[in-house]
């Protein structure tokens, strides 16, 4: 029987740049930001075999190509009004941009090549969305929220 189960993981990303920042501009208010950037994941080839629930693979895991490379971009406002120099509770206002400028590039992909294979690891049947998209980048949006230091 082939067992080709050894390889890179779906979840390798080979490179990750990843910065962060923060400033205090005065008055209370606050601005952060994270910016990252990543290489893409490993693809699998998957085909069915009989008699098994899951999918097997076609080829040694990850040699079926990569994702393509993402990057993401998010800020935040922040607001801390003034109290007063006995008060317990430090309330807080903020605002996150995130995903500024999204690619929507996907980053998932059905990786089911085959949906018919033999006990000899004859396989037949090409699926019609292999290799298509299944999961994309999240689209930009802004998260209002509040929070009560103590």
Known sequence: ARVWNYGLSSFDRTHVLKLVGHHEV?????????????????????G?????????FVRQRGTAGRTPSIWDLSLRLGYQPPVGSGARLRP???????????QKKPVTYDQLH??????????????????????????????????VEF
């Open 114 to 147: 085959y949906l018919t294979g033999d006990p000899d690891w004859t396989f037949s049947d090409p699926s019609p969305t292999y290799l298509e998209p299944t999961q994309y980048q999240p689209g930009p949006s802004v998260r209002v929220g509040a929070e």
């Open 92 to 102: 807080r206002v903020t605002v996150d941009f995130l995903h500024i400028g999204s």
């Open 48 to 56: 069915v075999y009989p008699g098994l629930i899951d999918p097997v």
């Open 26 to 46: 005065g008055a209370g208010v606050a601005l952060g930001a994270v910016a990252g950037w990543m290489s893409g994941t490993p693809l699998n080839e998957f």
